[in-house]
């Protein structure tokens, strides 16, 4: 970089002090110009002496300039932020595929990443230090503006014990295209061709801030919630003050997603030889096929007058298996004895 530097320094210069050309004229010529019709010139000389020239001090050496194009090939190997990454693909890439352009790009975002990381690592530790400083020496109350979940600007007021509850200063990275009004405009069309944006504000939130939290919070929250349960059923309860008690299912969950996710933690030999866990976690599953039984019933019954059919579940048909078991049975027909603290499918559950 310091060479690029030098060289186009040598090179500006010299156009700079030398851009405005000059004209040679041997002495005593006596050279006089005199103006023509149509804003020609006339010039005139003695005899004998050489005709006034123009002085080109202002030519810089082909040499500089191919060795700007050397200097600036070899900072694209140095830095790997090749011309497909710049988005300006040279004429040896105008002619390859997308996919090659693609590899292209994320090879150079692979080599990248180290020195990425380093700085997001640096803006972190940053963040933490003023963390610190602000937990020691702001005792004086300071006023600020922050921006929540909802995305409304408020002003709030925060000094040293406002900081005990925060722990550290995590920093994320963010796809940059999502920062652009080209790049959120683009994905807010994609959901919506794709179904997956319904309604008017959430075209909004995502066309005006590129995040699509309004998308996925809900569907995040359960898949962290079976995460939870996991955890609880590998615990042998949820802890409480009185002792571990049965991981409570409710009517308004996923039952879909947490029957594999539980039934996983059973693809593991030390806890199918620990029987209170096969036990917890079987009724656990118990309770969700009850109560996606139930549900499915319901929902049975309140399409079967419409359709003019029988609100009866259907009897599943040769080869086929029921979606739910019985009471005590888990797949395979196996008999596991189950708590008492199993909800039926008849009882509600508080929302």
């Known amino acids: ?62 040499q500089q300039l191919e060795l700007l194009n050397q200097l600036r090939h070899e900072g694209e190997i140095v830095s790997g932020v090749n011309s497909a990454a710049r988005g300006e693909p040279d004429s040896a890439m105008k002619a390859a595929s997308g996919r090659a352009l693609g590899l292209l790009q994320a090879m150079a975002v692979q080599f990248n990443s180290a ?28 006023v600020v503006q922050i921006v929540g979940k909802d995305k409304v600007v408020k002003s709030q007021g925060f000094s040293s014990a406002s900081t005990k509850g925060v722990g550290v200063v995590v920093v994320e990275n963010v796809n940059p295209m999502s920062k652009t009004m ?32 309004v998308l996925t919070d809900a569907d995040q929250g359960q898949r962290v919630l079976i995460e939870q349960e996991n955890q609880a059923l ?15 299912v409710f009517v308004t969950d996923k039952h879909e997603w947490h029957l594999p996710r539980h039934l996983a933690l059973l693809n593991s030999p030390q806890v199918r030889i620990n029987s209170p866990l096969v036990q917890g ?14 549900m499915a019933m319901e929902a049975q019954q309140t399409l079967a007058p419409a359709q003019g ?43």
């Open 1 to 62: 970089q310091m060479a690029f530097n030098m060289i186009w320094s040598a090179v500006l210069t010299n156009s700079a002090a030398f851009g405005v050309a000059n004209v040679y004229t041997q002495r005593g010529s006596d050279v006089s110009v005199s103006a023509l019709a149509g804003n020609l010139q006339n010039i005139e000389g003695n005899p004998g002496f050489e005709p006034p020239h123009v002085l080109d001090l202002s030519k810089n050496e082909a």
């Open 115 to 142: 020195l990425q990381a380093s700085y997001m690592q640096f803006v972190q530790d940053y963040g933490n230090l003023a963390l610190l400083i602000f937990r020691k020496f702001a005792q004086t109350k300071r």
């Open 182 to 213: 080209a790049g959120q405009r683009e994905e807010a069309e994609f959901l919506v061709q794709n179904g997956l944006i319904t309604t008017p504000y959430e075209y909004g939130m995502v066309a005006e801030t590129g995040r699509i939290n």
């Open 234 to 248: 590998m615990s042998g309860g949820v802890q409480t003050p009185t002792g571990p008690v049965p991981v409570p």
């Open 281 to 294: 976690i079987l009724a656990h599953v118990q309770e969700h096929q009850q109560f996606a039984a139930q």
């Open 309 to 351: 059919g029988s609100s009866k579940t259907p009897a599943p048909k040769e080869g086929e298996q029921s979606s739910t078991l019985p009471q005590g049975t888990i797949p395979g027909g196996q008999k596991v004895d189950l708590p008492e603290t199993a909800v039926p499918p008849q009882q509600q559950v508080p929302m």
